[in-house]
């Protein structure tokens, strides 16, 4: 299987983000890549080959594509497509309040991990106007990328979250039965990181998804790779991090500052995620 690599795909300078118009779509072979890409159906019809499933494609759909996810275009008629290149992590994801949105998560992270369990039902299926206004978006960050004159790369990075956040909006506002699904997941985790430093029981965020715990929980863990609470402390020893990096507070206030109660929990906690006490990481990153 072929693997796409970032030094073959995206521009000499190294540039995160790459517009790829295919109209119509040669025949490639399976393969995966270095980086993630945005897929927007614009025209015809075909197959989209994920290892063993197949899901047929029509104008309007939109996903997602992680590097390390096979897939492939078959039985294609007239299929035309966007691909958008990018490498998540060299883009600032988490500027601002997209990672609040509900959207977002169920987009970008969820419906690619559940999408076999789905049978690609939980796919963003944009309207007319929609499409409209994403392509008006993809046009804007294209020319960018394309003329690249002096400051291009502030001005790209941000219509990639223009574009970002404008299909994160689009599938939170689908009436789609199973990508609403998602959508309750998704509104748990931007629960947590808009209250990261509250607290905050595994039955509340239960209540939020509207799902039973086992369920909840079951794809939870299945879509982000680890469960709910292990997630939150997560988010909290990143935020811990931050502040740690970019303040004088001590590490105690820190602690309860991003939710931990117990100064000693949230150094073990801290050690067994980074290796070092929150006073070596203060030492070793000031």
């Not at 000499?12 to 890409?37: K, T, W």
């Not at 419906?111 to 106007?129: I, V």
């Not at 209540?207 to 863990?221: D, K, L, P, Q, V």
Request: proline content about 5%; aromatic content about 8%; some cysteine.
């Amino acid at each position: 299987m072929k693997v796409l690599k970032k030094q073959d795909w995206f521009h000499a300078d190294g540039f995160p983000i790459v517009v790829e118009r295919r109209d119509p779509q040669e025949p490639f072979g399976l393969h995966c890549h270095e980086f993630s890409e945005i897929v927007i159906i614009t025209g015809g019809a075909g197959l989209h080959i994920t290892g063993e499933d197949s899901y047929e494609l029509k104008p309007g759909d939109t996903f997602v594509i992680g590097g390390d996810r096979p897939h492939d275009y078959l039985n294609m008629d007239q299929l035309s497509l966007i691909n958008i290149l990018f490498d998540p992590a060299e883009l600032p994801m988490s500027l601002g309040d997209l990672q609040s949105l509900s959207g977002y998560h169920a987009l970008f992270t969820l419906e690619p991990a559940w999408r076999s369990r789905h049978q690609f039902t939980s796919r963003l299926q944009l309207s007319p106007a929609e499409i409209g206004e994403t392509l008006r978006l993809v046009d804007k960050l294209d020319d960018e990328l394309t003329a690249r004159q002096p400051g291009f790369g502030v001005m790209a990075i941000a219509a990639m979250l223009e574009l970002v956040t404008f299909l994160s909006r689009c599938y939170r506002e689908t009436r789609n039965p199973t990508s609403k699904s998602l959508i309750r997941v998704g509104e748990t985790i931007s629960h947590m990181r808009r209250n990261v430093s509250q607290v905050i029981a595994l039955e509340e965020l239960v209540a939020i998804s509207g799902m039973s715990r086992t369920n909840y929980i079951r794809i939870f863990e299945a879509a982000m790779g680890t469960s709910p609470i292990k997630y939150l402390i997560g988010l909290r020893i990143a935020e811990a991090c931050r502040l740690l990096r970019s303040t004088d507070r001590s590490i105690t206030d820190i602690a309860f500052d991003v939710g931990f109660s117990d100064g000693n929990y949230f150094s073990r906690q801290f050690r067994k995620t980074h290796g070092q006490s929150p006073r070596e990481y203060r030492k070793r990153h000031r």
